[in-house]
């Protein structure tokens, strides 16, 4: 008898699958993947059911023979271990990004002469209500805001992207890419104080007020599922700041970082060339600990920021203050750092983690960007921001077509450069 393969990485099995199941079994024994969760978030949704669960529904199929566990996104060793005659998958997979996929799976069986059998794919009302479902139960607050938490545990490093509205929270939901062989996508956003108020045209200064900023999340939380981790700038008065804990906690918000400042906020890359104020330890402390008993889930992170790098005030200041914040109850630390060069940066991780192992370090490598993820995991770091990069390529590129409008004094130059129409109207989905 034939061997026959696919692998499934989805949480629910609809008429769909069982058809592609059924199609499979006619040409020969059948073996069933499932993804493993780590591999199944690089690329696709979260699942919402676990993993076990997932294996259950598989094997009480009756046309599935054998039930394996895929860990690769991509198949060429699990073909290797199994050596199938026929890899059978949906064709879906012929389109961008999945393609990658499917190359890799031509690859690994041209080596015996194994063969690709597509099966049409199905995708009706059913299983679009289906998918819709499934999207509808990510976004929920209740399940948004754990996942940051989830994420820490099954991904080697957390990568957010900052967005500050419903488009930003598009692209940082859709944007897929495959490069070297991999496919990868962002976890998390990022709702920037610095970006949110450049969006309004406003200074980093604390002055787009919590009602605001609160509206961003809502605009951001209608069309996206990722978790939304939000810079609460200094966290206000500890008498506001718990009240602004409740209110993100209610809206699904994963994490708030608050900085240990005080007085007028300046943004942090100016340093030490503008007045700022770092806040005292026990004040900070204190106004940590009223959070985290304000805070009514075990979902909700409050991630302390430590300004002592950018405020020049040592090494030796900002592990102490990371050490008292993770006791007054801090669920991370994130260290921050305007040099060029990583080595501060590098060395607080080192040093942080002979003692701590296990609170979650976070990083913003705005002005440290040669940096690579992979060197970031490795000194400890849990979650990188990428915090302005999306504000900063989209405002040069508007000015320029603005300028062009005006120097042609017709739109055509500057349309050549720009976005198909249809290209952008297919990034919204309609319900
Ligand atoms: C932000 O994005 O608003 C931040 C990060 O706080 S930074 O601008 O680097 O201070
Ligand atoms: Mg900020």
Redesign the pocket.
């Known amino acids: 008898m034939k061997r026959v393969y696919t692998c499934f990485c989805t949480d629910v099995i609809h008429e769909g699958h069982i058809n592609l199941i059924r199609e499979a079994r006619k040409y020969g024994e059948l073996t069933v993947g499932i993804l493993s969760d780590a591999a199944m978030i690089k690329f696709n949704r979260f699942p919402t059911v676990d993993f076990e669960e997932r294996i259950r529904i598989v094997k009480e199929i009756p046309e599935v023979d054998n039930v394996v566990i895929q860990d690769d996104v991509m198949y060429d060793s699990i073909i290797e271990k199994l050596r199938p005659d026929y890899v059978v998958h949906g064709d879906n997979w012929l389109e961008e990004p999945l393609n990658s996929i499917r190359n890799n799976v031509a690859n690994a069986l041209s080596s015996y002469g194994g063969e690709i059998i597509d099966i049409p794919y199905t995708y009706n009302e059913t299983v679009k209500n289906i998918d819709d479902r499934i999207k509808a139960k990510l976004a929920m607050p209740e399940y948004r805001r754990k996942r940051l938490k989830q994420l820490i545990d099954i991904r080697s490093l957390v990568k957010a992207i900052?967005v500050h509205s419903g488009l930003t929270g598009l692209i940082a939901e859709k944007t897929i890419v495959e490069h070297d062989g991999e496919l990868d996508q962002f976890d998390a956003m990022?709702i920037?104080?610095?970006?949110?108020?450049t969006a309004k045209g406003k200074p980093?200064i604390e002055l787009v007020d919590m009602t605001s900023r609160y509206r961003t999340i809502d605009d951001v939380t209608e069309v996206t599922t990722k978790p939304i981790i939000f810079?609460g700038?200094t966290g206000g008065l500890t008498e506001h700041f718990v009240y602004t804990v409740r209110t993100l906690e209610k809206m699904g918000v994963s994490a708030v970082?608050i900085?240990d400042k005080t007085g007028l906020k300046k943004?942090?890359?100016f340093g030490t060339e503008v007045a700022q104020t770092q806040d005292s330890i026990e004040n900070f402390s204190s106004k940590i600990a009223a959070g985290k008993k304000a805070q009514l889930t075990d979902d909700f992170m409050i991630i302390a920021?430590i300004e002592s790098l950018?405020l020049e005030k040592g090494m030796d200041d900002a592990l102490n203050r990371a050490r008292s914040f993770v006791k007054a109850g801090a669920d991370g630390i994130m260290i921050?750092s305007?040099k060029k060069d990583p080595a501060e940066i590098l060395e607080f991780c080192d040093k942080f983690r002979t003692e701590d192992k296990e609170t979650p370090i976070v990083v913003?490598p705005?002005?440290f960007n040669t940096i690579t993820e992979a060197e970031l995991a490795e000194h400890g770091v849990n979650i990188v921001?990428y915090?302005?990069q999306l504000t900063r390529s989209a405002f040069p590129a508007m000015k320029q077509t603005a300028e062009d409008i005006l120097r042609y004094h017709r739109a055509k130059e500057a349309d050549d450069r720009l976005m198909p129409i249809k290209d952008i109207i297919t990034l919204i989905d309609e319900i």
């Open positions: 900052e990022w920037s104080s610095l970006c949110d108020s980093d810079d700038d970082i900085e943004n942090s890359l920021r950018i921050h305007r913003v705005s002005s921001i915090a302005n």
